[in-house]
């Protein structure tokens, strides 16, 4: 969506007709946002005696412009309702402008800008993956309707239309990092804001800025989470963006899981051809999206034990709200196959997913810092692992 030199952090604002976005995005420019609206521009690029409007002219004929010269948005409207090639000849006039008019702008932000995009349509044209985080003002329809009323003076039928041309509360929601509830009072609001800019966006923006990675020192089991799908599905998004290609994402570990109780840490499979592919450009990418490579050597130990370390490379999260490790493994390899072999047989055996969790919660207590629980479990996988192959020779399983 926007090229950058340099990685400033950048926020999606939307939510639906009503739901308060507005007073969202300027409770954060008040907190120092650099807010690019989305609205602002699309009307500045066709103002008049500009180069986007003379376009349109030229294309639509002057019966769109009203009697000041001005773009009239409602004549326009009937000339591209129901013609889908009328409506992308538009598109292609306005749209290289307002991503260029956006680009401008953030360019123009301060290196530790945190930079919020409001974007009404935002879900609607499937923006969420260019963000690093994805915020979602919500609130009920009947609230909703009462203010457009009272701040629009728009009537029922009106403003029916308009939050059902919109997408819905669900559709919303499953591209939200964050959603902010607005049935309450202003200052509700006000303070929803505050504690999410000073809790997650001005240490998200830095740890983007240093290249640093958010790592829970301590192992915390926490109950299974019916969102965790849905949340490594936004972050895989993400993630196919900044690779650009065709890479194979993968979600494993215990999160991938049904039922299993976890630490609340996705763990994510990135597949390259060589861990040279990894090392190049696709390490930058992944680190300006928001998932800056950790120091040092990775690897995961080998099953059976004895042979050589299986080397991967190892990413995390910069936001301290989402804890993530993602692994990038070669196609093919024995890592590789390791991670989607233990995490399908555990999901098609609830004996050794019991006895796993068993493990898991005797562990956490007794050795509660990551690196030592990880190490403890070795065993326990060694052994898990046969049982794993031979379910696959059983089952005809393929990775």
Known sequence: ??????????????????????????????????????????????????????????????????????????ALGAVVFGDEAARRRLEAITHPRVRARTAELVAGAPPDAVVVNDVPLLVEV????????????????????????????????EAERRIAAQADDARRQAAADVLLDNDGTLTDLHAAVDTLWHERLLPYERNVREHHAVRPERVVLTEPDPTWPQQYARLAARIRHAAGGDLRVDHIGSTAVPGLAAKDVIDIQLTVPSL????????????????????????????????????????????????????????????????????????????????????????????????????????WFDEEHLRAEEWAAQTGWRP
């Open 1 to 74: 969506m926007i090229g950058l030199t340099v990685a400033v952090l950048r926020v999606g604002l939307t939510g639906g007709i009503g739901s308060g976005k507005s007073a969202v995005s300027s409770r954060l420019a008040a907190l120092g946002a650099v807010v690019v609206d989305a609205d602002r521009i699309a009307r500045e690029v066709v103002a008049p005696g500009s180069e986007g409007l003379a376009e349109i002219v030229a294309t639509f004929s002057d019966g769109v412009l009203d009697a000041d010269g001005a773009l009239d948005r409602a």
């Open 126 to 157: 499937g923006l969420a993956p260019t963000y690093h985080l994805v915020l979602v003002v919500q609130a009920a329809v009947t609230t909703r309707l009462a203010r457009l009323a009272r701040d629009r003076g728009m009537d029922r039928a």
């Open 276 to 379: 040279a592919e990894a090392d190049g450009p696709l390490a930058e990418r992944l680190t300006d999206a928001g998932f800056p490579r950790l120091p040092g050597d990775w690897w995961d130990n080998p099953r059976p034990p004895g042979s050589r370390r299986w080397k991967k490379r190892l990413h995390g999260s910069a936001d301290p709200g989402r804890p993530v490790y993602l692994h990038v493994r070669v196609a093919d390899s024995p890592g590789w196959r390791y991670a989607l072999l233990m995490r399908d047989h555990l999901r098609a055996d609830p004996g050794q997913r019991a006895a796993y969790l068993e493990v898991k919660r005797e562990l956490a207590a007794s050795a509660p810092d990551s690196a030592t629980y990880g190490t403890l479990k070795d065993p």
